[in-house]
């Protein structure tokens, strides 16, 4: 099991510690309870600081998790936890425009001045391509940076680790091949005039067999430190109760805090006469994001590249099905009809794109390893987007994505030509290949 550390850690007291301050003011906030009033760039900082906290006594839970159950099981729900910010966020924008759907029979603009229609899904898609096209490059960076110092200390990396590479395990075929089916279905939705609820039950249904693909995976011996080696060193109740607990605390500081995460970064840069728009789609999933890249980078340090990619790879699956799937759903219970949330143009043109990085991200994953190429490619293309996005017209920007669509669409079917057996090996495996086969083998390059 690895290092079992004898006496208590110290690390999970200071962890709470540093995220009680931002946990009780966010809480207090929607209770009611007296508390001071924070202007914009403290609130980001003390609630930001929370999540920090938060992240990691999610990574320490996820670890300790896997004495119990597989590690895909446990990845998959770090990852749900992890990516609850999102949730929240998309949420809140998405309960509003049905309410103003409900009152008018369409979406109109809201109080602040702006569509909720359109901020729900502005701030999803930019959500995911931030952890695309910003996560996984970074995931590589701190990767290679954990690998070159070991190396250079006379030491060796883990099989998953290298410098300019990360692998992932075999069995992570199911994460890959899910967000493969997602991604295809996902395609026909710039096609649309509205998010549906029969496009929940697409989206809903992939996630289910996604889950279920994973509770066939084995339980193996985690190779433990720290924190996490304690808490999975004890006898199985009170371990089970350790992780439980770190979980439902993590997970309820995490919600305490995200939303008004959010609103300080988005309030901050209102001050700076940013459009409000470009702050939901771009600044708040910086708060959204912020727990599961800041897990991902732990592990990455930690020398568990695999588990590092794994986890955005999974949010990513998690963002892709059940929180698409989810928000027609609240849309309809808000507004109390079975019309989905309308799509305009520009929402149209921003899941195009959207969907295109996440063929493409399937395409680069293909052979279960990032390289040094592909982190750049996904990087540099997010970044051009971005930076049009504030910088350009809007009609020019629409232009570009349309453009930047057909990249990412050439690159995606080049790179599965290219790498068509192994395209079909990842299929067999991530769909019919029992789990416990696939674990018995070690991350390598394919």
């Not at 200071?14 to 946990?23: D, E, S």
């Not at 985690?222 to 350790?242: H, N």
Request: glycine share 8%; proline share 6%.
């Amino acid at each position: 099991m690895g290092e079992d550390a004898g006496r208590f850690p110290v690390q999970i007291p200071v962890a709470l510690m540093v995220a009680l301050p931002g946990a009780y003011l966010g809480a207090a906030g929607y209770l009611g309870l007296p508390h001071p009033t924070l202007s914009p760039p403290l609130a980001a900082l003390i609630f930001g600081i929370a999540i920090v906290g938060a992240a990691f006594l999610l990574s320490w839970a996820a670890e300790a998790a896997q004495v119990d159950i597989s590690a895909g099981a446990a990845i998959a729900l770090l990852a749900l936890l992890a990516v609850l910010p999102e949730y929240a966020v998309d949420f809140v924008f998405t309960f509003q425009a049905g309410q103003i759907y409900a009152e008018h029979g369409m979406c109109v603009p809201g109080p602040g001045g702006a569509d909720p229609c359109s901020l729900a899904l502005a701030n999803m898609t930019g959500a995911n391509r931030i952890l695309v096209g910003v996560g996984w490059p970074l995931v590589l960076l701190v990767a290679s940076i954990a690998a070159w110092r070991v190396r250079r200390g006379g030491g060796q990396a883990s099989a998953s680790t290298h410098v300019g590479r990360v692998d992932l395990a075999p069995v992570m075929s199911a994460e890959v091949v899910f967000l493969g089916i997602a991604t295809l279905y996902s395609l026909t939705l710039p096609l649309r005039t509205s998010l549906t609820l029969v496009d929940a039950g697409v989206f809903v249904a992939i996630f289910a067999g996604y889950v279920w693909r994973l509770s066939t995976a084995p339980v193996t011996e985690p190779d433990l430190a720290g924190a996490a080696a304690w808490i999975g060193g004890k006898p199985r109740k009170p371990r089970r109760w350790w992780v439980l607990t770190l979980f439902a605390v993590a997970g309820l500081f995490i919600l305490a805090t995200a939303e008004h995460f959010a609103q300080g970064l988005v309030d901050t840069g209102s001050r700076l006469g940013i459009d409000q728009f470009l702050l939901v789609q771009w600044v708040a999933p910086l708060a959204s994001e912020s727990p599961e890249l800041i897990v991902a980078c732990l592990y990455a340090l930690r020398l568990k590249a695999s588990d590092s990619l794994g986890t955005l790879l999974s949010s990513k699956v998690n963002q892709w099905t059940l929180l698409v799937g989810t928000i027609p759903i609240v849309f309809a219970l808000s507004a109390t009809t079975l019309d989905g949330l309308p799509l305009d143009t520009n929402q149209r043109y921003e899941l195009l794109i959207t969907a295109a990085q996440s063929l493409f991200a399937v395409s680069v994953l293909i052979n279960l390893g990032l390289t040094v190429s592909g982190a750049v490619t996904l990087f540099v293309l997010f970044a051009v987007q971005f930076t049009a996005s504030i910088t350009l017209p809007a009609e020019v920007n629409r232009t570009l994505i349309l453009v930047l669509s057909g990249v990412y669409a050439l690159l995606a079917i080049g790179q599965l030509v290219r790498r068509r057996r192994w395209t079909a090996r990842v299929v067999r495996d991530g769909l019919l290949t029992p789990l416990a086969e696939l674990d018995e083998e070690p991350a390598q390059r394919h």
